[in-house]
């Protein structure tokens, strides 16, 4: 059973916004292909966010999120996802760490560490 919120916390390495998860076995796990641009616009308002911040996520609504990720696509093992039919990111098999099958929809929420 997925758990029914997931906390990552995401952050810039070389330029490159990523995460780690000795959970299940992700280091520097980096996020591409449009989704660096969804975390940038997502972290705005939060101080010193590529040092780090907490992000939460679920495949089910609740209440606070900021931002509504929908299904478009499976490609390359990954699958597209996009925020109000404008961006598109693609999120890398590393998705099925978390979910058995790709969530038709993602919610998430970033904070403050």
Same mark, same amino acid.
């Given at each position: 059973?997925?758990?029914?919120?997931?906390?990552i916390f995401?952050?810039?390495?070389?330029?490159?916004?990523?995460f780690?998860?000795?959970d299940?076995?992700?280091?520097?796990?980096?996020?591409?292909?449009?989704?660096? +641009?969804?975390?940038d616009?997502?972290?705005?308002?939060?101080?010193?966010?590529p040092k780090?911040?907490?992000? /939460? #996520?679920? $495949?089910?609504?609740?209440?606070?999120?900021q931002?509504?990720?929908?299904?478009v696509?499976?490609?390359?093992?990954?699958?597209?996802?996009t925020?109000?039919?404008? +961006?598109?990111g693609?999120?890398?098999?590393?998705?099925?760490?978390?979910?058995?099958?790709?969530?038709?929809? /993602? #919610?998430? $929420?970033?904070?403050?560490?």
């Open positions: 059973m997925d758990n029914a919120l997931i906390v995401p952050y810039q390495y070389e330029g490159t916004w990523v780690d998860d000795p299940v076995d992700l280091v520097k796990e980096p996020f591409v292909f449009g989704v660096p +641009e969804m975390i616009d997502l972290v705005t308002n939060i101080p010193n966010a780090g911040f907490k992000l /939460i #996520f679920s $495949k089910k609504e609740f209440p606070g999120h931002r509504k990720l929908s299904w696509r499976e490609e390359c093992e990954g699958n597209w996802y925020i109000d039919g404008k +961006e598109e693609w999120l890398c098999p590393a998705l099925f760490k978390y979910f058995d099958k790709a969530p038709l929809n /993602i #919610f998430v $929420k970033a904070e403050s560490k």
